[in-house]
């Protein structure tokens, strides 16, 4: 075929197709790595917060009794439905947190205690954060123990054995504070003189008492009620007696508040000594002193049971003494 100088159709670009316009590509940057400077800089921050959470001390409140931990199921924001689970989980954070180095102390959980501090703050008691709230009001007014890897089993009766000693403590103070009232008038005094009465009269007991572990309970009725204290205290070393405290200042409340309201209360002390038989000596509380009790007394008062009046045995090992007469500050 000759050519004649004209292209053929199937020869000829497409006329019906659109020319595409391409747009230019834009390339992402590329996230930069982080210098050695910055990374150091983080890292040197993250350390620094650390130790800044080990100066910050925690509390946790603890859920002791079954019934309690019964009362808060009933909040929807309470995560827990087993008292058993729920104490391992607890075992594990104060383990954790003093893996990390944190001070923690724990508090008993009162189930009504809080609902009353949700009445009077106006918080909202479905809430985790008003549950905080309650447990730093719990660490601020005391009746805490020092978390030092014990385990739960051990720290639960100790827990419940501080919050008795503080409620004894709050309820004797308030009936010291009301026998200063005489009608309208306040006499500070009152109460002041028989606290520094029953300190000195702690102190002459132990130092009466000699060296040894001596084991102190003192009893005194008031109120419609009874208030026990209870204290050791360790002579066995050179110097003063080692208090344990706080029961020392429970202990100080209630004697003195048997003191201030005359009541007829009692005061028995255990000692043990090595290589010695224990003995258990015996004072009544009389005319804002101690009064020594004989031996007969002391035995009477051991051997007798407090419910029904009737006498049981002796316990085997101990010997019951007269109380040892204690001088009178002026």
Same mark, same amino acid.
């Not at 159709?9 to 747009?23: I, L, S």
């Not at 199921?73 to 947190?97: N, V």
């Not at 639960?156 to 008038?185: D, F």
């Not at 001596?214 to 066995?236: E, I, N």
């Given at each position: =075929?000759?050519?004649?100088?004209?292209?053929?159709?199937?020869?000829?670009?497409?006329? /019906?197709?659109?020319p595409?316009?391409?747009?230019p590509k834009t390339?992402?940057?590329?996230?930069?790595?982080p210098?050695?400077r910055?990374r150091t800089?983080?890292?040197r921050?993250?350390?620094t917060?650390?130790?800044?959470r080990r100066?910050v001390p925690s +509390?946790?409140?603890?859920?002791?009794?079954?019934?309690?931990f019964?009362? =808060?199921?009933h909040?929807?924001?309470?995560?827990?439905?087993? /008292?058993? %689970?729920y104490?391992r989980? =607890?075992?594990?954070?104060?383990? !954790?947190? %003093?893996a990390?180095?944190?001070?923690?102390?724990? #508090?008993?959980?009162? @189930?009504? !205690?809080?609902?009353e501090?949700? !009445?009077?703050?106006?918080?909202d008691p479905?809430t !985790?954060a008003?549950r905080?709230?309650?447990?730093?009001?719990l660490?601020?007014a005391?009746?805490?123990? +020092?978390?030092e890897g014990?385990p *739960?089993?051990r720290l639960?009766?100790r827990l *419940?054995?501080?919050?008795?000693e503080q $409620? $004894?403590w709050e309820y004797?103070?308030?009936?010291?504070?009301r026998?200063?009232?005489?009608?309208e008038?306040r006499?500070? $005094?009152? %109460?002041?003189?028989a606290?520094?009465?029953?300190?000195a009269a702690?102190?002459?007991?132990v130092?009466?008492?000699? %060296?040894? *572990?001596?084991h102190?309970?003192c009893?005194? @009725?008031?109120?419609g +009620?009874?208030?026990?204290?209870v204290?050791?205290?360790d002579?066995?070393?050179?110097?003063?007696p080692?208090?344990a405290e706080?029961?020392?200042?429970?202990?100080?409340?209630v004697l003195?508040?048997?003191?201030?309201?005359r009541?007829?209360?009692?005061l028995?002390?255990?000692?043990?000594v090595a290589?010695?038989?224990?003995?258990v000596?015996?004072w009544?509380?009389?005319?804002?002193?101690?009064?020594p009790l004989?031996e #007969?007394?002391?035995f009477?008062?051991?051997?007798?049971d407090?419910? $029904?009046?009737e006498?049981? @045995?002796?316990?085997?090992?101990?010997?019951?003494?007269?109380? *040892?007469p204690?001088?009178?500050?002026?």
């Amino acid at each position: =075929m000759a050519y004649t100088g004209r292209r053929s159709h199937r020869n000829r670009p497409d006329e /019906h197709r659109k020319p595409t316009t391409q747009r230019p590509k834009t390339q992402k940057p590329k996230p930069q790595k982080p210098t050695t400077r910055q990374r150091t800089r983080s890292t040197r921050r993250q350390t620094t917060r650390r130790a800044l959470r080990r100066e910050v001390p925690s +509390t946790v409140a603890l859920l002791a009794d079954e019934r309690d931990f019964a009362a =808060m199921r009933h909040y929807a924001s309470f995560a827990f439905d087993d /008292h058993g %689970a729920y104490l391992r989980e =607890m075992e594990g954070l104060l383990k !954790a947190l %003093a893996a990390k180095g944190v001070h923690t102390t724990v #508090a008993l959980f009162d @189930p009504v !205690a809080y609902e009353e501090f949700c !009445a009077d703050t106006r918080l909202d008691p479905d809430t !985790a954060a008003s549950r905080t709230r309650y447990t730093a009001e719990l660490a601020a007014a005391g009746g805490t123990v +020092t978390y030092e890897g014990q385990p *739960i089993a051990r720290l639960v009766p100790r827990l *419940i054995g501080v919050a008795e000693e503080q $409620t $004894t403590w709050e309820y004797a103070t308030a009936l010291l504070s009301r026998a200063g009232h005489n009608g309208e008038c306040r006499d500070d $005094t009152t %109460a002041r003189a028989a606290f520094d009465r029953a300190g000195a009269a702690l102190r002459a007991v132990v130092e009466a008492a000699g %060296a040894g *572990i001596h084991h102190l309970v003192c009893s005194v @009725p008031a109120d419609g +009620t009874s208030l026990l204290a209870v204290l050791h205290a360790d002579a066995r070393e050179a110097g003063p007696p080692k208090l344990a405290e706080p029961s020392g200042l429970v202990f100080r409340t209630v004697l003195a508040c048997g003191f201030a309201l005359r009541s007829p209360g009692g005061l028995v002390l255990r000692t043990i000594v090595a290589d010695s038989p224990e003995t258990v000596r015996g004072w009544a509380l009389q005319d804002g002193w101690l009064r020594p009790l004989s031996e #007969a007394e002391v035995f009477t008062a051991y051997c007798t049971d407090a419910e $029904t009046g009737e006498p049981i @045995p002796p316990e085997h090992g101990v010997e019951y003494r007269a109380g *040892i007469p204690l001088s009178r500050p002026e």
